[in-house]
């Protein structure tokens, strides 16, 4: 038996510590950039595929000290108790750069980390956030074909990493300080737009704000609906609309009445169809992500855009040279090698994606 | 000579009905799909790129029904009086669904399109956002190189097509209408952010109503700005505010002041050396669009590409294909073609960009 073999038998059979490790060895492997490794993953892949799907995939945003660990620890355990497996993953494409991540650290997250129903991994490192992002589907795909009903994905609160994780998740959540200021912060980083689920965490700390954040937040997400999204215009029972809801983690407050918003919104959508349209949609749009960027490695990679594009870029910027011009002298040469170029495809050394 | 050679020479050098017609000759050659066009109009452009780059490129973005047309007509006349010379030039992605832009339409400015110092041209129709803009972008340099030295690109405000013009343009300016409702909407829908002047068109029409607006709208850029642009932070007297100004078009009112602003904008960032570096992020990304944009095209026309991609996307789409493993399967038949595979790349039939 192969090792890819020995993960994906444990993955789907196995359970405890064997099937722990045996999650964490795939998971390994699929963050691989060996060639060797990549046929490998996309072997296990291929194999796992037909038992993942069925979970809840959750998606989490918030900025820095609005206890996302906290929520994560306390609504995890809230789902264990009521008979759920909780697999907490994250996006964090700064982790490269930062030298680790901090998100998916174990160690925030005390009890739920060595609860034998959870599993936590932290961001995979390096590369762009399309990367880490595709890294995290796939991780995603493990954790369900071993039987984790719920998927938790958690990113920060900056950047476009909220984008990519409401691009894998069923329902997109973003949490929020009971600071009034926030909200319009959010709506002009367009994650208000991509909020199912609006929480206002550590409402205990300043019910009064909580209070009127919750107003104003609610607010704005339905004058949002109102002109952007049509199917909005009228409260139609049908579908679903963003709710703004008030928690408090640390207690334990307002997590049921969290995961019974949560319930609801998979009820609904599952019987309008749009959680599957919605999973639809993101697989056809990741498939096309990892051929753009593919593309554009190879791309990178040949030898005479290699050795022409420095020279060009700095004539592009220098205004000595026309972008679309330049951008059809380097495409002529990867597409359709003269005689007088190198072949137009290097064999490729390191996995396209 | 040859006729490329003719439109060069009278693009440069023509006066009166000789150069228009260069001009508008130059720019359909531009506009043309095929190969040898393509070849020539590279050449043609190559030509002109040094005596390009010299105009103001205005950016000017507005809804249906906010008066366009009539304050490009009235600040058209307004320049030309004060010896400029006016180019308007659109980009409208619409144009080929509908059958025909009305963005840039000449029959909508009456006066403007007649004057000799005046050269209008409809938004190219067909093709994607990126390949309207690019000869957009391209008819710029042309009208530039002919001696228009404010050059105003218009277009509608919905989707994409406004990053798409203040990508292009050295200042991009948002018209609303005295509507206390809109700023929001402007706001989330990430064009508050790109504009460096908001124009409360129609201001005579009801003046309070313009007067909350513009209080309103300052006020909503000024909370955008405080926290997303650090530079904006404090007021820095060496960098450019977005501002907002009332204007009459009809009534011709306003117009001074507005232009007094555009120039005021021209002055600081230059100065501060941003509307350089402005122009360059604009040239580098430029190349990097068609880049991305011939590699798609090249890689959907591969013969073993289009044979699986239907299959696959369906398989991708019921589950029954990770995307990424998809991606790849996809990639590698394009890039590193097997024996049993038709050549990686068909002789190019059409042109990438």
Redesign the interface.
Known sequence: MTDTARWIEGVLHGSGAVQRRAIAKAITLLESTRPDH?REA?AL??AL?PHS?RSLRLGLSGVPGVGKSTFIEALGLYLIERGHRVAVLAVDPSSSVSGGSILGDKTRMEKLSVHERAYIRPSPSGGTLGGVA?KT??AM?VCEAAGYDIVIVETVGVGQSETAVADMTDLFCVLQLPNA?DD??A????I??LADLVVINKADLDPDAATRAQAQITS?LR??GL??RPDTAHHDATVWHPRVLQVSALAGEGLAAFWQAVEEYRQLQTANGRLAAR??RQ??A???E???S???E??AQHPVVRERLPA??DA??Q??????????T???A???PGADTPP??A??TG???
Chains 1, 2 share one sequence.
């Open positions: 990549r996309d892949l291929n595929l799907g595709a589907r796939e795909l200021g319009l912060q709506i002009k980083k367009g208000m737009e704005a004058l949002l002109h952007g999973r639809q697989a056809r990741w498939m096309w990892r051929i753009d593919g593309l554009r190879a791309f060009l870029t592009v910027l205004g000595r040279e026309v972008p679309s011009v330049a951008a059809r380097l495409l002529q990867f597409l359709a137009a495809v064999t490729p996995a396209p994606c």
